[in-house]
């Protein structure tokens, strides 16, 4: 039981390129989440999901989009990458709504 | 926006300390509530939920005050190995369902 993962650990990226982030969880949780976590921001929310093929908006939302076409499968694009994109990303799950598994997290530059 | 304050720290303790860290919430609606634990480049990890009636999980004890929204978190007996950042969490009720809301977090560093 691998819980959740997620795929590259790291990645340099220049602006204007574009890069899918993915995470996989083997719980059969039905939510999904990716955030971001910035110095001094905390933990923000990007896009979440409740089911598979369903997708919703979070906090911070623009310049991003998402997937979830398997129940297990969370994906985060970056169409155009700018440097305010900088972050670590993390991925989480929750079967029933409270207590949320995270993966270890993408350490994103973007130069 | 629905809001999650911490005491900012950091906390710089020695082993064998009693610690203790705050934290309200905005959303008066808000059914569940926990603490996490994030090491340093690591991803969080919960720690405890907090209960109305307050629980305990061997040093550690949570208490939760819905009429000011406020919730803490004591621990007890300070180890090195308690250097981390706890993130106070309460959920979105109201908003959308299983949505957490994450407090910006408070350092703590147990020093020998």
């Known amino acids: 039981n691998a819980g959740v993962t997620q795929t590259p650990k790291f990645r340099v990226l220049k602006t204007g390129q574009s890069m899918t982030l993915l995470c996989a969880q083997d719980?059969?949780?039905?939510?999904m989440y990716w955030y971001r976590q910035d110095p001094g921001m905390g933990l923000r929310l990007i896009h979440y999901s409740v089911g598979e093929g369903t997708t919703a908006k979070g906090e911070v939302p623009d310049g991003y989009n998402v997937s979830r076409l398997k129940k297990q499968n969370f994906l985060l694009g970056l169409e155009s990458a700018a440097p305010s994109q900088t972050s670590v990303y993390f991925c989480a799950s929750t079967l029933v709504g409270d207590e949320q598994y995270f993966g270890p997290g993408t350490r994103l530059t973007v130069t | 926006r629905k809001e999650v304050e911490q005491d900012p720290g950091p906390f710089n303790v020695p082993e064998g300390a009693t610690v203790a860290f705050n934290c309200t919430y905005s959303?008066?609606?808000?059914?569940?509530f926990f603490w996490y634990r994030q090491d340093c480049r690591k991803e969080p990890k919960l720690l405890m939920s907090v209960y109305s009636s307050g629980n305990e999980d061997g040093r550690f004890t949570a208490q939760l005050n819905r009429a000011s929204q406020y919730i803490s978190l004591l621990i007890r007996d300070s180890k090195l190995s308690d250097s981390a950042t706890y993130l106070c969490?309460?959920?979105?009720?109201?908003?959308?369902?299983?949505?957490?809301?994450f407090g910006k977090g408070t350092k703590l560093s147990v020093k020998p």
């Open positions: 969490v309460v959920n979105d009720y109201g908003g959308s369902q299983g949505n957490l809301i």
């Open positions: 959303n008066s609606a808000s059914q569940s």
């Open positions: 719980m059969n949780h039905e939510y």
